[in-house]
């Protein structure tokens, strides 16, 4: 069993940035696929980055690619998601997701394992 536990959201403006963390607990990390979803209110929820359960690549979804970064610390049972050059439109409560040797793109939303409750992230004009 796998608990993922998100942090880092919060209010910035527009053209700021934020990190969001997402902590894991239980054994062998390594093994998983990882992702970051978000769900703005009255719309689905959508990929934003996938990471490999080697590290070894990654997926963005094209709204976010140059702004947003993604990396894996299995030392630490963490997962990152550096978000610079924030927009209002990137609005939304902020998912991450693991998949057991998955290869940590979009279809890990149909594929996760396990997903923690979500942070919230403003991006005020």
């Known amino acids: 069993q796998v608990q993922l536990v998100e942090s880092g959201g919060g209010l910035v403006q527009a053209g700021g940035s934020l990190r969001l963390s997402c902590a894991a607990s239980?054994?062998?990390?390594?093994?998983?696929?990882m992702g970051w979803f978000r769900q703005a209110p009255g719309k689905d929820r959508e990929f934003v980055a996938g990471?490999?359960?080697?590290?070894?690549?990654?997926d963005y979804a094209d709204s976010v690619k140059g702004r947003f970064t993604i990396s894996k610390d299995n030392a630490k049972n963490t997962v990152y998601l550096q978000m610079n050059s924030l927009k209002p439109e990137d609005t939304a409560v902020y998912y991450c997701?693991?998949?057991?040797?998955?290869?940590?793109?979009?279809?890990?939303?149909?594929?996760?394992?396990?997903w923690g409750q979500g942070t919230q992230v403003t991006v005020s004009s």
């Open positions: 997701a693991a998949d057991e040797y998955g290869s940590g793109n979009a279809a890990l939303k149909y594929n996760a394992d396990y």
């Open positions: 239980g054994r062998f990390f390594s093994r998983y696929a």
């Open positions: 990471i490999s359960w080697s590290g070894g690549v990654t």
